[in-house]
């Protein structure tokens, strides 16, 4: 097994491109240690030293390090976490564990720019941050005001308020006159 590795625009995440399937569809999100225990990989990942969050999305594994630990130091042991993993034959995710599909349910007269602002979301953004090691999920819209949760290389990166800003904020101004602002929201 041969895994690949790509730098990221933030640069305490590096993605991990195992050359196999890891998640079948949607994404999953573990910021902590503790997050982990639905998913045997993630577990394996986190045992690592100065590992501070796990990603999973379809195709790679996004992993972030605290401030303190250098990449040299860290990545041939994650490099053998994930090895070992898929050799045990182990699942990713728990039985008990879904993936994420990425976008809260919204209820309300807003459904129609709703449904527009998920759909450039899934067709414009999500494919564009996934390069990038992240995800960004829907969580709401109130009166002209997107709220996205970035995860994955997206959460924390230097540059992702300016993606969500400049970016995605004029992307959805563009097609949707009813947007706004775009704003960042913790998990």
Request: glycine residues 10%; negative net charge.
């Given at each position: 097994?041969?895994?690949?590795?790509?730098?990221?625009?933030?640069p305490?995440?590096?993605?991990?491109?195992?050359?196999?399937?890891?998640?079948?569809?949607?994404?999953?999100?573990?910021p902590?240690?503790e997050?982990a225990?639905?998913?045997?990989?993630?577990?394996?990942?986190?045992?690592?030293g100065?590992?501070?969050g796990?990603f999973?999305?379809?195709?790679?594994?996004t992993?972030?390090?605290?401030d303190?630990?250098?990449w040299?130091?860290i990545?041939?042991?994650?490099?053998?976490?994930i090895m070992?993993?898929?050799q045990s034959g182990?699942?990713?995710?728990n039985?008990?564990?879904?993936?994420?599909?990425?976008?809260?349910?919204?209820?309300?007269?807003?459904?129609?720019?709703?449904?527009?602002?998920?759909?450039l979301?899934?067709t414009?953004?999500?494919?564009?941050?996934?390069?990038?090691?992240?995800?960004?999920t829907?969580?709401?819209?109130?009166?002209?005001?997107v709220?996205?949760h970035m995860?994955?290389?997206?959460?924390?990166?230097?540059?992702?308020?300016?993606?969500?800003?400049?970016?995605?904020?004029n992307l959805?101004?563009?097609?949707?006159?009813?947007?706004?602002?775009?704003?960042?929201?913790?998990?």
């Open positions: 097994m041969f895994i690949q590795t790509e730098s990221t625009p933030n305490a995440t590096l993605k991990f491109l195992p050359g196999q399937t890891v998640l079948e569809a949607g994404t999953a999100d573990f902590s240690g997050a225990a639905k998913s045997p990989l993630a577990q394996r990942i986190f045992a690592v100065g590992v501070t796990v999973l999305g379809t195709d790679f594994v992993v972030t390090k605290g303190a630990t250098e040299d130091h990545k041939p042991a994650i490099l053998g976490a070992e993993h898929y182990a699942p990713i995710l039985d008990d564990a879904a993936p994420a599909t990425g976008h809260a349910e919204h209820t309300g007269e807003d459904g129609e720019i709703v449904d527009q602002i998920k759909e979301l899934d414009r953004v999500r494919p564009a941050v996934a390069q990038d090691g992240g995800d960004i829907f969580h709401g819209f109130d009166r002209g005001i709220y996205l995860q994955g290389a997206c959460a924390g990166c230097p540059s992702s308020t300016l993606t969500l800003k400049m970016g995605i904020e959805l101004r563009h097609y949707i006159p009813e947007v706004l602002e775009v704003r960042p929201v913790a998990a």
